[in-house]
């Protein structure tokens, strides 16, 4: 089985459907930030406040040395919101023929409810800005675009369990090869 790239913005269920995905086919859930962390030692958010191009050098670093390792297993990757910003890593993952990108698509307003309500009084770095909802706007619409395109599926995972996303891209995956 390829690796699956579940990809689309921040708190779409990436890695709640990742999860669940990886115990539907017995495959291995990988958080992409997670593995940035753990090559770096320091959180995604942390990178970015040193400087974006900090943090998408750690990305396309991460996901570099997990493409060129092999396993049996198959993978479940789950990537940042913003990895269709990152060149580097979009190059890798359209270079490697292993690998399936399946956009997850909500909407801007479930988007924006999720990391609001996530986010507790402390807004993720790029929506520091003077209107974090416009800006979030922006970046979601001009994401989205970009990630339908470069996705070989969407999935849309607006009202959806973890579960039902999961079986629907098993059974997608299935007429896609």
């Known amino acids: 089985m390829e690796d699956i790239f579940l990809v ?3 708190h779409s269920g990436k890695t709640s459907a990742g999860k669940a995905l990886a115990a539907l086919c017995s495959g291995r859930f990988i958080d992409l930030d997670g593995l940035i962390a753990e090559r770096t030692g320091e959180s995604p958010r942390s990178l970015y406040t040193e400087g974006p191009a900090v943090f998408r050098n750690a990305e396309a670093a991460a996901l570099a040395a997990l493409i060129g390792s092999e396993t049996l297993d198959a993978r479940i990757i789950a ?5 269709i910003d990152n060149p580097d890593a979009i190059a890798l993952l359209e270079n490697t023929k292993t690998a399936t990108p ?5 909407s801007v307003d479930t988007a924006w409810e999720r990391i609001n309500g996530e986010a507790g009084g402390e807004l993720p770095p790029f929506l520091k800005t003077e209107n974090p909802r416009e800006t979030h706007r922006a970046l979601h619409e001009r994401r989205a675009a970009a990630y339908r395109k470069f996705a070989r599926l969407t999935i849309e995972a607006e009202r959806k369990s973890p579960e039902e996303i999961a079986g629907e891209i098993l059974e997608r995956l299935k007429h896609l090869n």
């Open 79 to 83: 990537a940042g919101g913003g990895l």
């Open 102 to 106: 399946v956009y997850l698509d909500v």
């Open 8 to 10: 689309g913005p921040k």
